[in-house]
């Protein structure tokens, strides 16, 4: 296990990063928002709709993978080195984000490749979280007081971010994403079931 101090300048790093991406998101819509005398502000909303869109389902992407890596890590005492390497990756994931946000919002959502880029790369995003879930539960001594996280929660909700990846490349597109409403659901099912084989 890695010092105290290391671990401090991790989670530093992550929120750091973290952060930066979630600003890089704007910097497309500061580019439109130029003054013009032939548009009014109400058209120049309309007019680029799309990237406005993208900008805050990215926004609250990041701000809801960020919550959960918060979650995980605000118990941790510190980390090893395979924590931080599935830490790296899914800050790599974060970073990458306004790439596939762009690409959709300039082909309006209807270029399949841009969509399977954009729901690609939320998936490598709940992979890398499910993966530091798996490492942390190897490595408990570095989670004393972790409040009762269970692994399965992070293998479902990759399994279904890999379901809506696979969706994405049909017609269905971005609205793959609201195949992420069946987690709770799936996850009161197996908790059901795994409560009543103990019985």
């Not at 750091?16 to 998101?25: E, G, K, Q, R, W």
């Amino acid at each position: 296990m890695e010092t105290q101090r290391g671990f401090e300048r991790l989670v530093n790093f992550s929120d750091a990063v973290v952060a930066i991406a979630a600003t890089l998101l704007i910097l497309p819509l500061v580019d439109i928002a130029e003054p013009s005398a032939d548009l009014t502000t109400w058209d120049l909303v309309s007019e680029h709709f799309v990237e406005i869109l993208a900008f805050v389902l990215s926004f609250a992407v990041i701000f809801r993978l960020w919550l959960t890596h918060h979650s995980i890590f605000k118990d941790l005492t510190g980390y090893t080195m395979p924590l931080a390497w599935a830490n790296f990756l899914w800050l790599l994931s974060i970073v990458f984000l306004p790439f596939p946000t762009k690409l959709i919002a300039e082909k309006d959502g209807f270029d399949p490749s841009a969509t399977s880029l954009y729901v690609g790369t939320i998936s490598v995003s709940v992979i890398a979280i499910a993966l530091i879930e798996w490492v942390i539960e190897r490595n408990p001594d570095i989670a004393p007081y972790n409040s009762g996280r269970s692994l399965v929660g992070g293998i479902i909700t990759a399994a279904l971010m890999l379901v809506a990846c696979a969706l994405s490349f049909t017609v269905v597109g971005l609205w793959s994403l609201a195949i992420l409403g069946l987690e709770s659901p799936v996850r009161r099912i197996i908790a059901s079931r795994t409560a009543k084989l103990k019985r």
